[in-house]
């Protein structure tokens, strides 16, 4: 049986909702962020040793990274369910944003959300480094949005899954959001998905707000 290791407010919903899409059995471990510093509580480190949600364990594996886990999980239980077929540029272009998603999206909003927790939202890091990265990336994303429903095309993947999180996060950006409807489109298909639903249903309503 997969276990999900689950922080709240975390990137691990998006793991629970892989497997209610793929319509796979699973339980959950809950854990809850430190309310003072956000950080996720050091029973985790028994998990892994980073402490860090996702993770998943199934039977003597353990497997962290969102990325990694939802390759693992579409490749042993997906039976070709949410991945383009391979050698084909659908699956080049799913595979881009699979890794898109943590290694570019997220950098700048991260740092966006440290500095706002330390005071700093309003350095000039934030208005000369991060505020551009933010605007160029989700402009290059609101470009992409315009070619295809999804972002690998028309079908559904598990990279929209993984991308889900970055646009949720700028979505709580009115400023950011506002100019770029193919964004808010996107985040109103995924919410509208039963499986979406489903996820939140067990796992808990998440908050990823800056």
Avoid: C
């Avoid at 605007?135 to 993947?157: A, C, M, N, P, Q």
């Amino acid at each position: 049986m997969i276990v999900v290791h689950h922080l709240n407010n975390s990137r691990s919903q998006r793991v629970l909702w892989l497997l209610e899409e793929l319509g796979i059995e699973y339980e959950i471990k809950f854990y809850e962020r430190d309310a003072k510093t956000m950080l996720a509580p050091e029973s985790l480190r028994q998990v892994h040793p980073l402490g860090k949600s996702p993770v998943i364990t199934d039977a003597d594996l353990t497997i962290a990274e969102s990325g990694a886990i939802i390759e693992y999980l579409v490749n042993r239980y997906g039976n070709g369910r949410l991945v383009p077929a391979s050698d084909t540029p659908e699956h080049l272009r799913y595979t881009y944003w699979l890794h898109y998603a943590e290694g570019s999206a997220m950098p700048p909003l991260v740092m966006r959300v440290v500095l706002n927790n330390f005071g700093a939202g309003n350095s000039s890091v934030v208005s000369g480094f991060v505020a551009p990265q933010i605007k160029l990336h989700f402009d290059y994303i609101e470009d992409e949005l315009r070619k295809s429903t999804w972002f690998v095309g028309e079908e559904f993947t598990a990279a929209d899954i993984q991308m889900s999180f970055p646009l949720e996060l700028v979505a709580m950006l009115p400023e950011e959001v506002e100019s770029r409807p193919k964004i808010k489109e996107f985040i109103d298909r995924i919410h509208g998905r039963p499986a979406y639903k489903q996820a939140l249903e067990r796992g808990g309503e998440y908050d990823v707000s800056f």
